[in-house]
T-cell receptor, first 111, second 114 residues
């Protein structure tokens, strides 16, 4: 069974600070996806990472993938309140097809 | 494109009743997923269709749950009889191809069974 672990699960940070969310997974995969979910809303795709060493950036968010370590990171730079949301990583096993989600990291950015 | 469309958005039903959730995937997408989201269990994959064929239904909780995809533009998830523990948000997602592409999620159906 493919396990996807995110940490931390809850994160409260001040505006302007930097932080990293980690996503570890248990099987061989070079396909990893990050999603954002606002309260009561659907999941919105943020990043698609499809190879070892892949790095994608959008605004204050940057995601990377290390397939050898089975680790992806989502780095937040100079956080702003609008980034408050829950962030999910999802892994697709090389032998599979379905997206297996982590528990999510609930981020709260405070003034 | 209007995205993945789910209906109803909210459903409140009594225990023992039949519930049917509906999904229209994005046109041209040939993979469709049903997920269930709860606070305790997070996002769970229930079933996956490819080209309208159920490929993996190992996540379907029990025989009370069934899903169909009669054509490329419509899928249903049925619960009969419903139980309070089925209360959750049910998401439908679709994507182009079978791998290496992101899945797009519908707005979800919030199901409450009382």
């Amino acid at each position: 069974e493919l396990k996807v672990e995110q940490n931390p699960l809850f994160l409260s940070m001040q505006e302007g600070k930097n932080y990293t969310i980690y996503c570890n997974y248990s099987t061989t995969s070079d396909r990893l996806y990050w999603y954002r979910q606002d309260p009561g809303k659907s999941l919105e795709s943020l990043f698609v990472l499809l190879s070892n060493g892949a790095v994608k950036q959008e605004g204050r968010l940057m995601a990377s993938l290390d397939t050898k370590a089975r680790l992806s990171t989502l780095h937040i730079t100079a956080a702003v309140h609008d980034l408050s949301a829950t962030y999910f990583c999802a892994v697709e096993a090389n032998s599979g097809y379905a997206l297996n989600f982590g528990k999510g990291t609930s981020l709260l950015v405070t003034p | 494109d209007a995205g993945v469309i789910q209906s109803p958005r909210h459903e409140v039903t009594e225990m023992g009743q039949e519930v049917t959730l509906r999904c229209k995937p994005i046109s041209g997408h040939n993979s469709l997923f049903w997920y269930r989201q709860t606070m305790m269990r997070g996002l769970e994959l229930l079933i996956y269709f490819n080209n309208n064929v159920p490929i993996d239904d190992s996540g379907m909780p029990e025989d009370r749950f069934s899903a169909k995809m009669p054509n490329a533009s419509f899928s249903t998830l049925k619960i009969q009889p419903s139980e309070p523990r089925d209360s959750a948000v049910y998401f439908c997602a679709s994507r182009e191809g079978t791998a290496y592409t992101e899945a797009f999620f519908g707005q979800g159906t919030r199901l409450t069974v009382v």
